[in-house]
């Protein structure tokens, strides 16, 4: 599922990654930032852009001169990787040369402090860029996450789908996207009241991340009672299976519905469209889509509570 940064109010004690070659530098910053942070420590370029991919701390502390990978080689394979470009670099340097601070700041540099540094300094710069982070991914939750069912919203997965066909048709790997429907939910919301409603939604959402919580999966709300799931690497051999998944994990909820006409309790009917094939001719979001949202209504039309489940079809993407 989608890994949204949390929000700050969620976190514990923020990271920091030190990378330096010198013992005695990671010392004097561990020794400023510790009561604080907690401070990882890497001595080479290389050892830090792992330990950096493996821990994903919050910030980096970034000497500039490393035998090997330089500070800059650094940053610049961390901006270019999708999994660490939003981590902020400070440089830690006792450089002066102006060329090789406009390099830094090219290669995705926040700010710098110069060795040696005023320990106050180096705290206030931490503390300004970690709320400025924090704030941006505020920003980013509020803006792609659903408020109701706190998970990803329609403009997130409308970015997502895009980002995964591409993702999948470079790789040649399956790709199964999945439109689910709560069924008769305008009843329910007539019988149980708009509450009871939300309260509903909010377990749909949460039948949905326990069916497909795979990392890869991404479950979002697309709108009202629909919701939507990316499924990468599953083809039309496993997509009945991870439909069926959904289907018990609402069936075990049990939750109570008054005025259905498949089932006394809620239920769901999905569109299931799989990606299994790219050697024919191109199938994109958009037709996905399309065909994904036409199985559904046949799920609907056959008797709600099930699964349609087809491969993608190029000829009806139009």
């Given amino acids: 599922m989608s890994a949204l ?41 290389q050892g830090g852009i792992d330990a950096c991919r493996r821990h994903l701390p919050s910030l980096v502390l970034l000497d500039l001169v490393m035998p090997g990978l330089s500070g800059i080689d650094v940053a610049a394979r961390l901006k270019a990787d999708p999994v660490t470009c939003d981590i902020p670099i400070i440089f830690v ?15 995705g540099a926040v700010d710098f402090v110069t060795k ?9 710069r931490v503390q300004v860029h970690l ?15 659903d ?5 990803p919203n329609r403009r997130y997965f409308n970015q997502r789908i895009t980002v995964e066909v591409a993702t999948a048709r470079r790789a040649g790997t399956p790709l199964t996207l999945v439109m689910a429907d709560v069924d008769f939910f305008k009843r329910y919301n007539d019988h149980h009241g708009h509450l009871a409603g939300d309260a509903c939604l909010q377990e749909v959402a949460r039948a949905l991340q326990r069916a497909w919580r795979r990392p890869a999966d991404f479950v979002a709300r697309y709108g009202g009672e629909e919701f939507a799931a990316i499924l990468p690497g599953v083809g039309l051999a496993d997509a009945a299976a991870m439909a069926g998944a959904l289907r018990a994990q609402l069936h075990g909820r049990a939750l109570p519905h008054g005025d259905s006409d498949c089932a006394a309790i809620v239920t769901a009917s999905a569109g299931v469209v799989c990606l299994d094939r790219w050697d024919g001719a191109p199938c994109g979001a958009d037709a996905l889509l399309r065909q994904a949202d036409r199985l559904l209504y046949q799920a609907k039309q056959t008797g709600r509570d099930r699964a349609c489940v087809a491969a993608a079809d190029p000829a009806r993407g139009a």
């Fill in 147 to 151: 408020g109701l069912t706190d998970i």
């Fill in 131 to 145: 709320s400025l982070k924090h704030q941006a991914e505020q920003l980013h939750h509020m803006a792609y996450m």
């Fill in 116 to 124: 040696p540094f005023n320990p106050m300094t180096l705290r206030r």
């Fill in 93 to 107: 340097t006792a450089s002066s040369d102006s060329e090789q601070e406009s390099a830094c700041w090219e290669a």
């Fill in 5 to 45: 940064a949390l929000p700050a109010t969620a976190r514990q004690r923020d990271t920091l990654l030190v990378i330096d070659d010198q013992a005695v530098n990671i010392q004097t910053v561990y020794r400023t930032l510790a009561a604080d942070y907690e401070v990882l420590m890497a001595t080479s370029g």
